[in-house]
């Protein structure tokens, strides 16, 4: 397996559901990363995890609490959204493993908060 | 931090010509360049990346350049396709054993003409 998957695939929700997304990869990759990419412009960092931890936050909103329950699961929960928090949102892990390095996104959850 | 600039912001070419993206980065640190072709709606796909240990890398049609000392890499795609038409965006990054930050440049919008 050398995908990383997230579902759900396109989400809409009000401003005050709470919901989660959801990352899964199975190629023993021990860091996972939540990505927000607005429409027209670049993947921004969110959140990195390295062995289960969370290392990097790069000063994200607390409406924005991820978890990475095991090695292999990444979630993003998502509470008191705004309209301005609409976009796509990538989950992406990395090896680095006897000099060869590797970095893949999932598909992505489009979200639109309403 | 880090900071990559990415020009051209939009490039049309005709097919079978060449194209070329160059980008700058900040940070003499960083040691991973890694480019990404993202079409409507999908997810960044890697299409070649350089390690800072290497002044040039080619797969094919497409090849990276860099120059540390300058601190600008490029990417060369020749005898363009159709299929080449996409949002190129380039990245820098430091490996450092799973808290690799990817920090983007703007994106280049690639149309081939046929």
């Known amino acids: 397996d050398t995908e990383v998957t997230q579902t759900p695939k396109h989400l809409v929700m009000g401003m005050t559901n709470k919901k989660s997304l959801k990352c899964e990869q199975h190629m023993g990759h021990r860091a996972m990363y939540w990505y927000k990419q607005k429409a027209k412009k670049p993947p921004e960092l969110m959140f990195v995890?390295?062995?289960?931890?969370?290392?990097i936050n790069e000063s994200v909103p607390s409406r924005f609490s991820p978890e990475c329950p095991n090695s292999s699961l990444l979630n993003l929960h998502l509470h008191a959204l705004q309209p301005e928090d609409s976009a796509l949102y990538l989950c992406?892990?990395?090896?680095?493993?006897?000099?060869?390095?590797?970095?893949?996104f999932g598909s992505g959850t489009r979200l639109t908060v309403v | 931090g880090e900071n990559v600039e990415q020009h051209p912001s939009t490039l049309s070419v005709q097919e079978g010509d060449s194209a070329v993206i160059k980008c700058t980065y900040s940070?003499?640190?960083?040691?991973?360049f890694p480019w990404y072709k993202q079409e409507l709606g999908k997810r960044p796909q890697l299409i070649i990346d350089?390690?800072?240990?290497?002044g040039e890398k080619k797969d094919q049609r497409i090849a990276v350049t860099l120059n540390k000392t300058a601190k600008h890499f490029s990417l060369h795609i020749t005898e363009t396709q159709p299929e080449d038409s996409a949002v190129y965006f380039c990245?820098?990054?430091?490996?450092?054993?799973?808290?690799?930050?990817?920090?983007f440049g703007t994106g280049t919008r690639l149309t081939i003409i046929p």
């Open positions: 350089i390690r800072s240990n290497v």
């Open positions: 992406a892990s990395s090896h680095h493993i006897q000099g060869v390095y590797g970095y893949t």
């Open positions: 995890y390295s062995y289960e931890k969370l290392s």
């Open positions: 940070d003499s640190a960083s040691n991973y």
């Open positions: 990245a820098a990054s430091i490996i450092n054993f799973g808290n690799e930050k990817l920090t």
